[in-house]
């Protein structure tokens, strides 16, 4: 997919041959229709004309191969269809998660997580249905008709322009219905996909709202919701059959001065019992592909919202963007320089963090203190690249952290955060997230200095376990643990641990700082804490106040110093 093309040129561009097999396979429907009304009028009309009765069984055995052909074509339809519909499904998902991937979670922090599922699921969905649907089933609805016409016209022309002028009355009110109700249409959309959202952020905050007894204030927003998308929609419905009144009329009335005109035709003798009987048969079917395409008129109206909702997604820049050719380091970094930065969020008045420096050296532990909103989260989104500083800047051995690529120096980066996520899998899967071919052996020495080797040990299958969405079969302690060991298997130049060890017990926290000072001894720490115990030990702590860098020295010294640390762990924030 190109910058400038549109998702639904993509989803169409994607699958034109499916879609021309789709059409094809229609027409061919169309035909065995025609073919059959044929048999069977000869079928009918041998006995009645007193013809020799091997025309009645050559009638039945030609009605009976049109019907298993039709079989055949709506099969090889419905799996060109299915096969179609997926493509458009995967291509399209596949592009929302790539260009999500691109944005970054900065961007996606900003963002209803109910309504970006919704975009991210529903969204190819809406389309594939529009596309592989809709599509061609608009086209059979043209086709369809218009070659019955044709067929009747041999016989009656008369006959055949009624046929002609019903689907132009059927197909063109339903357009021009849109076209009047298109801003109503568009509210029952957004209407259906702000409820959508509602539900997903409901059943996320599911254990909030029982915690807090809001439920029920929950319940009713969502009843509200839905009974805007149920009002909005009775207006569009209500629309909606008047049109297809019209369309339904205007039908009936061609069928119905069709048979009339060749019943007084038959009956004087201006053409045979076996047309008349074809042009009744044929007129009975003639409109069968446009109650075939109403079936997913709905698709195909919210396909147009539906793109342009996700094209303006698409056409979103990422806050910070990758450079083009970024520069990847050679070697592991040795020096990474927070130098003078400062950051603002947007719209805020006050800087989030201002004239900042501090320097991380493999073999060094450097504890990151401070109330909350003094700026940690802030500094570790700066030096992970998730945010670029307002001035200042970030180096790495003398580079621009902003030259480097993205995904190059998160590679030399791990995280382990006090919010762990884990994916649904096996503890193996987990643990090995960032070096999916290490070993078993290297896996169990990860879990082991994380001091899990004796748990996932007593479990029935071992490192095999099934991990349920988002680790919730796991206790908190167990999934800050497999984070940790996930970050010490990936064995990176940086190790950021914020809050890594705050649902950890004394004992087991000091067996994993034992093991993140073997790890530090040629890496990088840096550990951001408001537990005493997890920065003490630290080579250097710097303590931060409103954004600035107040503080900053050993543990002791600033216990002796009697300043902002002092009253921090005095107070019960560092403790």
């Not at 044709?150 to 009355?169: E, H, Q, T, W, Y």
């Not at 003798?269 to 074809?278: E, N, P, Q």
């Not at 075939?292 to 997604?313: G, N, Q, T």
């Not at 910070?320 to 592991?332: A, Q, S």
Request: charge should be neutral.
């Amino acid at each position: 997919m190109t910058r400038d093309e549109g998702v639904l040129d993509f989803a169409v561009r994607s699958v034109r041959l499916w879609l021309a097999s789709a059409v094809a396979t229609g027409i061919g429907v169309v035909v065995t229709r025609l073919v059959q009304a044929y048999a069977v009028a000869v079928l009918i009309a041998a006995p009645l004309t007193g013809r020799p009765w091997d025309t009645a069984l050559w009638g039945l055995w030609l009605a009976g191969g049109m019907v298993v052909a039709r079989a055949v074509l709506l099969w090889v339809g419905e799996s060109v269809a299915q096969t179609a519909g997926h493509r458009v499904t995967a291509g399209v998902r596949r592009r929302l998660l790539d260009h999500l991937l691109v944005l970054g979670p900065s961007s996606v922090a900003t963002r209803s997580s109910g309504k970006l599922a919704a975009t991210l699921t529903e969204g190819g969905a809406a389309l594939e249905t529009a596309v592989v649907r809709g599509g061609p089933g608009r086209l059979l609805s043209w086709a369809g008709p218009l070659s019955a016409a044709l067929a009747v016209g041999i016989v009656d022309p008369l006959s055949g322009a009624a046929i002609a002028l019903a689907l132009v009355v059927a197909q063109t009110v339903g357009p021009l219905w849109n076209k009047i109700g298109r801003k109503g249409h568009a509210q029952v959309f957004a209407d259906i996909a702000a409820m959508d959202a509602g539900f997903v952020e409901a059943v996320q905050g599911m254990p909030t709202a029982k915690a807090f007894g809001a439920t029920g204030r929950v319940r009713n927003r969502l009843a509200a919701q839905a009974e805007r998308v149920r009002l909005a929609s009775m207006r569009v419905l209500n629309a909606l059959f008047t049109q297809m009144l019209v369309s339904r009329w205007a039908i009936a009335a061609a069928c119905a001065v069709v048979v009339i005109r060749v019943g007084f035709l038959a009956a004087d003798g201006r053409i045979s019992v076996v047309a008349a009987l074809t042009v009744v048969l044929i007129t009975l079917v003639a409109f069968t592909p446009i109650d075939e395409a109403a079936k997913y008129r709905h698709a195909s109206m919210s396909a147009p919202m539906v793109a342009a909702e996700l094209d303006a997604f698409l056409a979103e820049r990422p806050v910070v963007p990758d450079p083009e050719n970024g520069r990847k380091l050679t070697t592991l970094p040795t020096r990474i320089a927070v130098e003078e930065v400062s950051f603002r969020y947007p719209g805020r008045d006050e800087d989030a963090l201002s004239e900042v420096s501090l320097e991380l050296r493999p073999g060094r532990v450097v504890g990151l203190v401070g109330a909350s909103g003094s700026g940690k989260s802030t500094l570790v989104s700066l030096l992970l690249r998730l945010l670029d500083p307002t001035s200042g800047r970030i180096t790495v051995d003398g580079h621009d952290l902003r030259e480097l690529s993205q995904s190059h120096w998160w590679r030399h980066v791990a995280v382990v955060s006090q919010d762990t996520h884990l994916f649904p899998g096996t503890l193996r899967e987990n643990i090995a997230l960032g070096r999916p071919d290490a070993s078993l052996d290297q896996i169990e020495a990860a879990a082991a200095a994380a001091g899990l080797a004796a748990e996932i040990g007593a479990m029935p299958d071992g490192y095999e376990t099934t991990v349920s969405e988002r680790g919730t079969s796991l206790s908190g302690g167990q999934r800050q643990r497999i984070a940790i060991a996930r970050a010490l298997l990936a064995d990176p130049a940086v190790l950021i641990l914020d809050e890594a060890t705050a649902a950890l017990d004394g004992r087991t926290e000091q067996t994993v700082q034992a093991a993140i000072a073997r790890h530090a001894r040629d890496r990088a720490v840096l550990v951001v804490a408001h537990r005493m115990s997890t920065v003490r030990d630290a080579d250097e702590i710097v303590v931060l106040d409103n954004g600035r860098v107040v503080e900053r020295g050993s543990h002791e010294a600033l216990m002796s110093s009697a300043g902002t640390y002092h009253r921090l762990v005095h107070s019960g924030v560092t403790q």
